[in-house]
């Protein structure tokens, strides 16, 4: 019997000759930015506090700038109604 061989380009055996960039070979690039993307982010988030206590923080900080802007008497107009706009003390 003839032995049957596995011709595919992209495998090992295969023919070199006409051995063409395949879509899968291009997303080569693209997988490993995004594997290498997603393990950065993943690292960030969990270097993060609770929710809660960010939550805490930023409510904490808004009070402060608030307090800030009121303090120096800092205004803007509204560019729809022309309407100056001071800011409270929180």
């Known amino acids: ?6 011709q595919h380009p992209d495998r090992e055996g295969g ?3 006409t051995t063409k960039e395949t879509p899968v070979a291009k997303a080569g690039f693209a997988t490993r930015w995004l594997t290498r993307s997603l393990g950065f982010i993943e690292k960030v988030g969990n270097a993060l506090p ?6 805490g923080l930023l409510a904490l900080a808004v009070i402060i700038i608030s307090a800030i802007a009121a303090r120096f008497d800092l205004t803007v107009t509204h560019p729809g ?4 706009i001071q800011p409270v003390s929180l």
Do not use: C, Q, V
């Not at 019997?1 to 596995?6: G, K, N, Y």
């Not at 109604?81 to 100056?84: F, H, L, R, S, V």
């Open 1 to 6: 019997m003839a032995e049957e061989t596995d």
């Open 15 to 17: 023919d070199s000759k």
């Open 50 to 55: 609770h929710p809660a206590t960010l939550f």
């Open 81 to 84: 109604t022309g309407e100056t």
